[in-house]
T-cell receptor, first 114, second 112 residues
Framework: DTEVTQTPKHLVMGMTNKKSLKCEQH?????MYWYKQKAKKPPELMFV???????INESVPSRFSPECPNSSLLNLHLHALQPEDSALYLC?????????????FGQGTRLTVV | QKEVEQDPGPLSVPEGAIVSLNCTYS??????FMWYRQYSRKGPELLMY????GNKEDGRFTAQVDKSSKYISLFIRDSQPSDSATYLC????????????FGAGTRLAVHP
């Protein structure tokens, strides 16, 4: 099973809403990531979790709050987002020994902020 | 200068053609080189993963790394319309956590 599963696939939220994105993998990977991708641009790293601990935060605004409840799950909590936060949010995982290398990506959550 | 340069295309080829996709980079510390395929509105799919220099083949796909020239390539033989997608190169260093550095992605269209 080389799959990273993300839910929901699509999300529309207002600027005052609170919502969460979910990600799950069962490959035994201990490194998990959140990326943001705008149209026609490459993915941009947001957060890295290593062994369920946040190891890298790429200066992401506090309206994005990640959480890693266990080694298979990764959440991204959203609050008071702006329209410019509309993007494809990608979860990825990899073997911890390889760091960010050879990461497997999920299909993404397409987020629209209205 | 960007760390990784990749021509965004678009590249349009007829079915059956050999496609060559390329990236150049400036950071000699990069040791791992990857190619991802991304269909419209989907997540990137890891196609090939190479450590250091050399060639790697998987079916119709061949990845080449030339560290002396800081140049990597992906060749697609017998291209199919289903290969139409954006191809992203990505690379990283060695040891510890490595932030993937992506190229801009090349849009490929294979027409019947």
């Amino acid at each position: 099973d080389t799959e990273v599963t993300q839910t929901p696939k699509h999300l529309v939220m207002g600027m005052t809403n609170k919502k969460s994105l979910k990600c799950e993998q069962h490959m035994g990977h201990r490194a998990m990531y959140w990326y943001k991708q705008k149209a026609k641009k490459p993915p941009e790293l947001m957060f890295v979790y290593s062994y369920e601990k946040l190891s890298i935060n790429e200066s992401v605004p506090s309206r994005f709050s990640p959480e890693c409840p266990n080694s298979s799950l990764l959440n991204l909590h959203l609050h008071a987002l702006q329209p410019e936060d509309s993007a494809l949010y990608l979860c990825a995982s990899s073997q911890e020994s390889l760091g960010g290398i050879a990461a497997f990506f999920g299909q993404g959550t397409r987020l629209t902020v209205v | 200068q960007k760390e990784v340069e990749q021509d965004p295309g678009p590249l349009s080829v007829p079915e059956g053609a050999i496609v060559s996709l390329n990236c150049t980079y400036s950071n000699s510390a990069f040791q791992y080189f990857m190619w991802y395929r991304q269909y419209s509105r989907k997540g990137p799919e890891l196609l090939m993963y190479t450590y250091s220099s050399g060639n790697k083949e998987d079916g119709r796909f061949t990845a080449q790394v030339d560290k002396s020239s800081k140049y990597i390539s992906l060749f697609i033989r017998d291209s199919q319309p289903s290969d139409s997608a954006t191809y992203l190169c990505a690379m990283g260093g060695s040891g510890g956590y490595n932030k993937l550095i992506f190229g801009a992605g090349t849009r490929l269209a294979v027409h019947p």
